[in-house]
């Protein structure tokens, strides 16, 4: 019954153990990807509710980021909140807005993570969809399941060519140690300075490995000859891996390596029993317009759609970003800030076209 539930504070152990049990279960929930946004500025809390009987029925990791001259912060909830027993979401709703003004949120971005059209919309909930969005709402789901024949028989001949490619020669693929981050770092510095967008620092990957491999990700490196060529960082929840993190080098790009590494992390995805592999944001496009200008376009994410859309995926979009606004005045300085900032971050990008 809704009136007989408890909000806690779920040890990390129980949420944890809930995130991978659940249908929905995501990475971004692990209260392990909390510790690392901990270590980069971000606070994190988990809230939870109880069903009659003291069992965890459902929670939400939430994430806290300062705003500006001490104005409070930003509450983030992002691919959340999970329910196992329905006729508990208004209390677990209630425990989240009690928490983010807990940390003096000003307002409350929410991406809940879901690709279902028919699902319950965010605006009946005292919600506004929001431009301003932190993951990229759109991505290509590329069903994994079957034998590995058939996976590779829904991709483009393209693709599947560069694999076989990828496979032939002489590139060495293996899942990396703890000491051979550092590989990692450098091609992901050659893949940000080669296509012109910004990379997290060498600490941030370096954290992410620690944290969740072997358990929850695995590094994948290629290279010939004792030259590295490329690398991916993919992680896995339940039945869903993602393609969080990949780089490659300027040179050999004709052994097709970045083609390699990403199918042997869909092959570890598979061992894991995974049965969907996210590629993990494209242009937040409609597929008429993706398949119209990739091929003319590189700013932002369509630097990599062409990369991505030959992997017999589908594209889907989730409902994108939504805001719960606690604090008027304070939210309209942030969008007004985020406004000015793309813009600027638009009219650099147009200059260096032009140059």
Not at 94 to 123: C, I, T, Y
Not at 216 to 237: N, S, T
């Amino acid at each position: 019954m809704p009136g007989m539930s408890n909000v806690i504070a779920p040890s990390s152990e129980l949420w944890d153990a809930f995130v991978r049990a659940h249908p929905r279960g995501h990475l971004l929930q692990l209260s392990t990807w909390g510790r690392h946004k901990r270590a980069f500025g971000w606070t994190d809390a988990c809230v939870g509710v109880t069903d009659s009987a003291g069992a965890l029925a459902g929670g939400a990791l939430l994430l806290f980021r300062p705003l500006p001259m001490r104005l409070g912060t930003m509450a983030y909830l992002p691919m959340g909140p999970l329910v196992r027993e329905p006729g508990v979401e208004a209390a677990l709703w209630k425990a989240v807005h009690a928490e983010a003004r807990r940390h003096r949120a000003a307002f409350l971005k929410w991406e809940p993570g879901l690709f279902d059209k028919d699902a319950p919309q965010p605006g009946a909930l005292g919600f506004h969809e929001s431009e301003q969005t932190i993951q990229p709402p759109r991505t290509v789901l590329i069903d994994i399941k079957g034998e590995e024949e058939a996976i590779l028989g829904r991709m483009n001949q393209g693709t599947r060519r560069k694999i076989r490619q990828s496979l032939k020669g002489e590139v060495r693929y293996w899942e990396a140690s703890a000491g051979e981050i550092d590989l990692f770092n450098s091609l992901m510095h050659t893949t940000g300075a080669r296509n012109q967008f910004g990379v997290h620092s060498a600490e941030y990957y370096r954290l992410a490995y620690e944290l969740f491999v072997p358990g929850d990700a695995a590094l994948i490196l290629a290279e010939h000859e004792g030259e590295p060529l490329a690398g991916i960082m993919v992680f896995a929840v339940g039945k869903t891996a993602w393609y969080l993190y990949g780089a490659s080098s300027s040179v050999k790009r004709n052994l097709m390596a970045s083609y390699g590494v990403q199918w042997r992390a869909i092959q570890w995805a598979r061992a894991r029993g995974c049965t969907t592999y996210d590629m993990w944001g494209i242009p937040d496009a409609e597929p008429a317009q993706l398949e119209a200008e990739f091929e003319t376009r590189s700013d932002g994410l369509w630097g990599v759609y062409g990369f991505k859309r030959g992997w017999g995926g589908a594209i889907v979009r989730s409902l994108g970003a939504w805001d719960k606004v606690y604090n008027p005045l304070v939210y309209r300085a942030y969008e007004t800030a985020v406004k000015l900032r793309e813009r600027r971050h638009r009219a650099d990008r147009e200059s260096r076209t032009m140059e």
